[in-house]
């Protein structure tokens, strides 16, 4: 891999010595959140992760490489360009054999932090089943990749913008275990509760670390999706979410959004339906599976 990796030095001199690592998203810097929030909030859950005792690896593909750990002047380049590619996996060879600039997704940085050797990952939420996919077959390659790549994905949960009990059914058919740390309810992002039953419940860094553990002993491939609640001073209630995603996807529908412009079109009308409620929770959020995602790397590193 190293024809296309590039591995920072502090990444992975702590992953041949077996300590604690933690990898992180570029979407949710370049398309989840504007400027200059993006910027704070990336070097932020990059600090929380080093207090709790794990070394952060931001992922993305600048100049054709695969990167597995930016410097802070290259978080502050996918922060501030306003036309970095959306890439999952398919877009990988596309942006390296060109030698072109992508902001990596829930798939595609499971699979570089895979890649890397890295198996803890921290982000928002993931992707799944999109409302009305009986018709339109929108389903999100971070569930395939859940099936293939060996990281355990902290998140708080799916987004709410999704069909939350289709994308759990399609987790359970492609055998990926669901962990809810902490509640029986798994979480719908900005929400503590999305009024769907977690298949499992975990409620320390330890005991989630001894699944992920036993999980690839076993030679069972694939990740583990680890469901962390959104602290309760940050949430907005599930109905209320629920009014302002409608009428985010009828706005959606009438301008013809598709494909992958459909999530960050939603985050942002959302976001300018709840006056701003909705950044500050997803901020929130993020920050809170930084300090798990930690954890369970030390956890994990233990073993």
Partial sequence: ??????????????????????????????????????????????????????????????????????????????????????????????????????????????????????????TGGIGGVHRGAAKSLDISADLQEMAKSDVAVVCAGAKSILDIGLTLEYLETLGVPVITHGSDDFPAFYSRESGHKSPFRADSAQEIAAICH???????????????????????????????????????????????????????HVAALTEGRSLTANIALVRNNARLGAEIARALAGK
């Fill in 1 to 122: 891999m190293k024809n296309y990796l590039d591995v920072a030095p502090e990444v992975a001199e702590a992953v041949k010595a077996g300590r604690a690592v933690v990898a992180l998203e570029s979407t949710i810097i370049a398309h989840g959140m504007p400027y200059p929030q993006n910027l704070s909030t990336a070097r932020g859950v990059e600090a929380i992760i080093r207090q709790n005792g794990a070394v952060p690896a931001t992922i993305a593909i600048l100049n054709g490489r695969l990167k597995a750990g930016l410097t802070d002047a290259e978080i502050e380049e996918v922060a501030k360009s306003g036309d970095m590619v959306k890439a999952s996996v398919r877009d990988m060879p596309v942006l390296v054999a060109s030698g072109g600039h992508g902001a990596t997704t829930v798939a595609s940085t499971m699979r570089i932090a895979a890649m890397a050797g890295i198996r803890v990952f921290a």
């Fill in 214 to 268: 036993a999980k690839w002993d076993m030679g069972l491939a694939g990740g583990l999706v680890i469901a962390n609640p959104i602290p309760t001073a940050d949430e907005i209630p599930g109905a209320e979410m629920d009014r302002q995603i409608h009428a985010a996807l009828v706005e959606a529908d009438t301008m013809g959004v598709k494909g992958k412009a459909v999530t960050p079109f939603l985050l942002k």
